[in-house]
Protein backbone atom coordinates (compact mmCIF):
# COMPACT_ATOMS: atom_id res chain seq x y z
CA UNK A 1 0.00 0.00 0.00
CA UNK A 2 1.23 4.31 -0.59
CA UNK A 3 -0.72 6.89 -1.50
CA UNK A 4 0.48 10.80 -1.95
CA UNK A 5 -0.71 12.31 0.96
CA UNK A 6 -1.10 15.77 -1.11
CA UNK A 7 -3.19 14.43 -4.08
CA UNK A 8 -4.69 11.05 -2.94
CA UNK A 9 -7.56 10.00 -0.59
CA UNK A 10 -6.01 8.08 2.22
CA UNK A 11 -7.06 3.73 1.46
CA UNK A 12 -7.46 3.28 4.98
CA UNK A 13 -9.76 4.19 7.76
CA UNK A 14 -7.39 5.23 10.03
CA UNK A 15 -4.49 7.61 8.56
CA UNK A 16 -1.14 6.24 9.01
CA UNK A 17 1.01 8.64 9.09
CA UNK A 18 0.81 9.32 13.11
CA UNK A 19 0.79 6.34 13.57
CA UNK A 20 4.41 5.26 11.83
CA UNK A 21 6.73 7.94 13.67
CA UNK A 22 5.93 6.80 16.94
CA UNK A 23 6.28 6.96 19.87
CA UNK A 24 6.49 10.59 19.91
CA UNK A 25 7.29 11.98 23.44
CA UNK A 26 4.88 14.76 24.82
CA UNK A 27 5.49 17.83 25.20
CA UNK A 28 3.65 18.89 28.28
CA UNK A 29 4.09 22.63 28.68
CA UNK A 30 3.21 25.51 30.94
CA UNK A 31 2.88 28.96 30.49
CA UNK A 32 1.27 32.07 31.96
CA UNK A 33 -0.14 34.91 30.62
CA UNK A 34 0.91 38.35 30.76
CA UNK A 35 -2.10 38.67 32.91
CA UNK A 36 -1.25 35.90 35.02
CA UNK A 37 -3.65 33.00 33.68
CA UNK A 38 -1.68 29.72 34.08
CA UNK A 39 -1.62 27.34 30.84
CA UNK A 40 -1.00 23.57 30.92
CA UNK A 41 -1.50 21.45 27.51
CA UNK A 42 0.03 18.54 25.78
CA UNK A 43 2.00 18.53 22.52
CA UNK A 44 3.09 15.21 20.62
CA UNK A 45 5.19 17.51 18.38
CA UNK A 46 7.71 17.81 20.54
CA UNK A 47 11.91 17.23 20.48
CA UNK A 48 15.14 17.76 21.33
CA UNK A 49 16.66 19.34 18.70
CA UNK A 50 20.28 19.93 20.29
CA UNK A 51 22.53 19.59 23.23
CA UNK A 52 25.15 21.92 23.83
CA UNK A 53 23.21 24.22 24.46
CA UNK A 54 20.26 22.42 25.36
CA UNK A 55 17.70 23.58 22.93
CA UNK A 56 13.93 21.95 22.34
CA UNK A 57 11.21 22.75 19.67
CA UNK A 58 7.25 21.72 19.81
CA UNK A 59 4.45 22.32 16.62
CA UNK A 60 1.37 24.06 17.67
CA UNK A 61 -1.63 23.62 15.17
CA UNK A 62 -3.92 26.71 14.88
CA UNK A 63 -7.71 26.01 16.24
CA UNK A 64 -10.08 25.70 13.36
CA UNK A 65 -11.06 28.89 13.08
CA UNK A 66 -7.72 30.16 12.83
CA UNK A 67 -6.94 30.84 16.89
CA UNK A 68 -3.27 30.23 17.46
CA UNK A 69 -2.83 28.09 20.79
CA UNK A 70 -2.54 30.05 24.23
CA UNK A 71 0.94 28.15 24.79
CA UNK A 72 2.68 29.95 21.81
CA UNK A 73 0.84 33.06 22.51
CA UNK A 74 2.21 33.04 26.30
CA UNK A 75 5.57 32.09 25.07
CA UNK A 76 5.86 35.03 22.77
CA UNK A 77 4.95 37.42 24.88
CA UNK A 78 6.44 36.81 28.00
CA UNK A 79 9.57 34.98 26.76
CA UNK A 80 9.37 31.32 28.47
CA UNK A 81 7.61 28.10 27.91
CA UNK A 82 8.15 25.16 30.64
CA UNK A 83 8.27 21.35 29.85
CA UNK A 84 6.93 18.67 32.44
CA UNK A 85 7.38 14.83 31.92
CA UNK A 86 4.67 13.07 31.73
CA UNK A 87 4.15 9.93 33.33
CA UNK A 88 1.79 7.07 33.29
CA UNK A 89 0.74 7.94 37.02
CA UNK A 90 -0.26 11.57 35.46
CA UNK A 91 -1.60 10.22 32.28
CA UNK A 92 -5.65 11.47 33.51
CA UNK A 93 -4.22 15.13 34.17
CA UNK A 94 -2.39 14.85 30.88
CA UNK A 95 -5.31 14.24 28.79
CA UNK A 96 -7.47 16.22 30.90
CA UNK A 97 -5.38 19.35 30.02
CA UNK A 98 -5.56 18.38 26.22
CA UNK A 99 -9.18 20.23 26.72
CA UNK A 100 -9.87 23.52 24.28
CA UNK A 101 -10.64 26.23 27.48
CA UNK A 102 -11.18 29.65 27.30
CA UNK A 103 -8.06 31.59 27.96
CA UNK A 104 -9.13 33.01 31.24
CA UNK A 105 -9.25 29.10 32.77
CA UNK A 106 -6.34 27.40 34.62
CA UNK A 107 -5.32 24.20 33.28
CA UNK A 108 -3.51 23.16 36.77
CA UNK A 109 -7.05 23.69 38.44
CA UNK A 110 -8.95 21.85 35.91
CA UNK A 111 -6.27 19.03 35.37
CA UNK A 112 -6.28 18.68 39.29
CA UNK A 113 -2.32 19.18 39.54
CA UNK A 114 -0.56 22.01 41.49
CA UNK A 115 1.96 24.28 40.62
CA UNK A 116 5.30 24.46 41.95
CA UNK A 117 7.71 27.44 41.50
CA UNK A 118 10.13 27.96 38.77
CA UNK A 119 13.58 29.78 38.96
CA UNK A 120 14.39 31.45 35.92
CA UNK A 121 10.78 31.40 33.75
CA UNK A 122 7.47 33.15 35.00
CA UNK A 123 5.32 30.47 35.03
CA UNK A 124 4.68 27.55 37.25
CA UNK A 125 5.69 23.17 36.94
CA UNK A 126 3.64 20.66 37.71
CA UNK A 127 4.96 19.40 40.88
CA UNK A 128 3.42 16.01 40.64
CA UNK A 129 5.76 15.42 37.60
CA UNK A 130 9.51 13.88 38.19
CA UNK A 131 11.14 16.25 35.54
CA UNK A 132 11.10 19.57 33.90
CA UNK A 133 13.13 22.12 31.93
CA UNK A 134 12.50 25.77 32.21
CA UNK A 135 12.92 27.21 28.03
CA UNK A 136 13.78 30.70 27.05
CA UNK A 137 11.69 31.19 23.90
CA UNK A 138 14.17 32.15 20.57
CA UNK A 139 11.26 32.02 18.18
CA UNK A 140 7.93 30.81 16.22
CA UNK A 141 8.36 29.42 12.35
CA UNK A 142 4.76 29.37 10.91
CA UNK A 143 4.07 26.82 8.17
CA UNK A 144 0.32 27.38 6.47
CA UNK A 145 -1.47 24.02 6.38
CA UNK A 146 -3.99 23.15 3.69
CA UNK A 147 -6.40 24.12 6.37
CA UNK A 148 -6.35 26.50 9.13
CA UNK A 149 -6.10 23.75 11.56
CA UNK A 150 -3.52 22.13 9.37
CA UNK A 151 -1.17 25.60 9.88
CA UNK A 152 1.27 25.08 12.61
CA UNK A 153 3.02 27.46 14.73
CA UNK A 154 6.63 25.81 15.16
CA UNK A 155 8.65 27.02 18.29
CA UNK A 156 11.80 27.14 19.56
CA UNK A 157 13.54 27.31 22.99
CA UNK A 158 16.85 27.21 24.77
CA UNK A 159 16.49 24.96 27.95
CA UNK A 160 17.93 27.16 30.60
CA UNK A 161 17.18 24.85 33.56
CA UNK A 162 16.39 21.07 34.62
CA UNK A 163 14.75 19.80 37.24
CA UNK A 164 14.92 16.04 38.20
CA UNK A 165 13.56 14.36 41.43
CA UNK A 166 16.05 13.55 43.27
CA UNK A 167 14.58 9.97 44.55
CA UNK A 168 14.51 8.91 40.67
CA UNK A 169 18.02 8.89 40.03
CA UNK A 170 20.01 5.99 40.38
CA UNK A 171 23.34 5.17 42.26
CA UNK A 172 24.61 5.74 39.03
CA UNK A 173 23.55 9.26 38.06
CA UNK A 174 21.12 7.87 35.73
CA UNK A 175 17.24 8.18 35.62
CA UNK A 176 15.13 5.65 36.83
CA UNK A 177 13.29 5.22 33.80
CA UNK A 178 11.00 2.14 34.95
CA UNK A 179 10.24 3.75 38.05
CA UNK A 180 9.10 7.12 36.39
CA UNK A 181 7.07 5.27 33.40
CA UNK A 182 7.30 7.92 30.88
CA UNK A 183 3.88 7.66 28.68
CA UNK A 184 4.61 8.71 24.75
CA UNK A 185 1.89 9.14 21.89
CA UNK A 186 1.15 6.42 19.70
CA UNK A 187 -0.87 7.17 16.29
CA UNK A 188 -4.90 7.27 16.91
CA UNK A 189 -5.88 7.59 20.51
CA UNK A 190 -3.08 5.22 21.73
CA UNK A 191 -0.39 5.64 24.15
CA UNK A 192 2.88 3.75 25.21
CA UNK A 193 4.35 3.33 28.80
CA UNK A 194 7.86 3.10 28.84
CA UNK A 195 9.49 0.59 31.63
CA UNK A 196 11.74 -1.43 29.77
CA UNK A 197 15.07 0.12 28.34
CA UNK A 198 18.02 -1.44 26.38
CA UNK A 199 21.50 -0.51 26.04
CA UNK A 200 23.43 -0.16 22.48
CA UNK A 201 26.61 1.16 21.75
CA UNK A 202 27.63 2.06 18.36
CA UNK A 203 31.39 0.40 17.68
CA UNK A 204 33.17 3.10 16.16
CA UNK A 205 32.24 6.18 18.21
CA UNK A 206 34.46 7.18 20.99
CA UNK A 207 35.63 10.65 22.47
CA UNK A 208 33.35 13.68 22.12
CA UNK A 209 30.60 11.61 19.82
CA UNK A 210 30.64 8.84 22.20
CA UNK A 211 30.24 11.69 24.98
CA UNK A 212 27.39 12.73 22.80
CA UNK A 213 25.30 10.13 22.52
CA UNK A 214 25.79 8.70 25.85
CA UNK A 215 24.54 12.20 27.24
CA UNK A 216 27.51 13.08 29.41
CA UNK A 217 27.75 17.13 30.40
CA UNK A 218 29.46 19.65 28.10
CA UNK A 219 32.40 21.12 30.69
CA UNK A 220 31.37 24.62 32.27
CA UNK A 221 33.07 26.89 30.42
Not at 21 to 45: E, F, K
Not at 101 to 113: K, Q, S, Y
Not at 167 to 186: H, T
Request: proline share 10%.
Amino acid sequence: MHYAPDSDACPLPFSPFKACTVPRPIGWLSTVSRDGVHNLAPYSQWQNLTFDPPMVMFAANQYPDGRRKDTVLNAEETGWFVWNMATYALREAVNTSAMALPPNEDEFEHAGVTKAPCIDAPGARVAESPCHFECRYLSTHRLPGNSPVGSIDVVYGQVMRIHVADELILPSGKLDIAKIEPIARMGYYDYARISDTFEMRIPSASGAAEDGLEGKPTPTR
